[in-house]
């Protein structure tokens, strides 16, 4: 045999051993369990490693110039997984928990936090930056004893409570607004469970506002689908958009501690409509109802066979908070698989790290679990049990593809030694 045939050989045979491993390592990460329902869930405390290097490199500036809210979004949920896996964790962890939740609660309070929001909105800055900040800053008094709260943490939560609630009061919608002149129904949804996070942690003061917020949310529902609207129009909160994956993966996330019974029956809708198996292989959550396409945009990122990615990790949390462990179990194990994960001993991330918002938005999603009501009965199992076993099967072809060539010559000789 010649050198360069020589060389050749030992070449492909140096592909396939790397494919092979590929396909096994792939086959690892389907069946190993990548979330948990209690305690710490694989790979998060290592995320939040790499994601604060991230954010002290400039990450959250350069999430700003993506969309309108990256700077906040990278921050607040690099915060409350802190919280989220505080909770379900030793002293020491809730103590860290605590330090790099406020971190992050000084951060959202700067200029830089604020620019994009408009202070004349009602309440002060929009529903979006407030609700998401009370939500935080209820996470961070949840962290402490009662009784050892931090006095003016607990009287900043106690006050922009009540500014949401007068607000919500005052309106006609469900949906406040925002940016001026527009509302997302999901923004209004985050506000209201930080709300009942109050009544939770403090003397209860708002339980007239959320039954009327309620009772406004279940008469403006998108007549399609049955769900929360994705937008609503200012002012009177009626439906203006279809309900779309990526804000429902959100609102299913925060209903259910509003109201559990109302969260359960909107979370078996949107999971029936939305949560599909494009090509059979593995679950992934649609941008649109089943049955409807529509455009892309910054909020769902691209949609490949009508899927959002986006989504996808984010339904992971939403199926958490809801008890829907297999869902839940098949999506982070296909994010496992389909998110090409790089780690050191001390960092995790995905997609080689180029977005962290995606890695922010899938680790908070992993430590998910309900803040006020109690963990719900789970509903029907929507995933087979046998859902890996086509992705399994491809691995497994892949792993065997590479080496039939030369398990062929060893059969039936060389084509050279063939007489042909």
């Not at 909020?299 to 990615?309: E, M, Y």
Request: hydrophobic letters at 45%.
């Amino acid at each position: 045999m010649s050198p360069a045939r020589r060389v050749l050989r030992w070449a492909g045979r140096i592909a396939a051993t790397a494919i092979t491993l590929c396909a096994l390592i792939g086959a690892v990460r389907l069946i190993v369990p990548a979330t948990s329902a209690t305690g710490e869930p694989p790979g998060v405390r290592r995320q939040l490693a790499f994601l604060r290097e991230a954010l002290d490199t400039g990450a959250g500036e350069e999430a700003q110039a993506l969309f309108p809210e990256g700077y906040f979004f990278l921050h607040a949920l690099y915060g409350l997984t802190w919280v989220d896996l505080g909770m379900r964790t030793d002293d020491a962890t809730r103590r860290t928990a605590l330090r790099e939740a406020r971190w992050v609660m000084e951060r959202l309070a700067s200029d830089t936090g604020r620019e994009p929001f408009g202070q004349d909105l009602v309440p002060a800055y929009g529903v979006f930056y407030r609700g998401w900040c009370n939500w935080l800053r209820g996470g961070l008094l949840s962290l402490q004893p009662e009784g050892q709260r931090d006095p003016a943490e607990l009287r900043r939560f106690a006050d922009d409570s009540a500014e949401l609630a007068r607000a919500f009061d005052a309106a006609r919608s469900p949906y406040l607004e925002a940016y001026p002149r527009q509302s997302w129904p999901v923004d209004s949804t985050v506000a209201m469970a930080s709300l009942r996070l109050h009544d939770k942690l403090l003397p209860p003061l708002y339980t007239a506002t959320v039954a009327r917020w309620l009772q406004r949310t279940r008469d403006r529902l998108d007549p399609r689908t049955g769900l929360l609207p994705h937008q609503a129009a200012p002012g009177t909160g009626a439906p203006t958009e279809v309900a779309r994956g990526s804000s429902q993966s959100l609102i299913q996330r925060f209903l259910v501690d509003i109201d559990p019974s109302f969260a359960a029956g909107q979370y078996t809708r949107f999971r029936d409509r939305y949560v599909v198996t494009p090509l059979g292989l593995g679950p992934a959550v649609r941008e649109y109802p089943a049955g409807m396409d529509g455009p892309a945009d910054v909020d769902s990122g691209p949609l490949p066979l009508g899927v959002s990615l986006s989504a996808t990790a984010v339904t992971l949390g939403a199926a958490q908070a809801h008890g829907d462990t297999p869902l839940a179990g098949a999506l982070a194990n296909y994010g496992e698989l389909a998110g090409l994960p790089a780690g050191t001993p001390w960092t995790k991330r995905y997609a080689l790290g180029l977005l962290p918002i995606g890695d922010a938005f899938l680790a908070w999603s992993k430590t998910a679990r309900p803040w006020v009501a109690e963990p719900p009965a789970p509903p029907p199992a929507s995933v087979a049990w046998w859902w890996r076993l086509p992705l399994l099967a491809v691995l497994a072809v892949l792993a065997v593809a590479p080496w039939l060539p030369a398990l062929r010559r060893r059969r039936g000789g060389s084509p050279s030694s063939s007489g042909r």
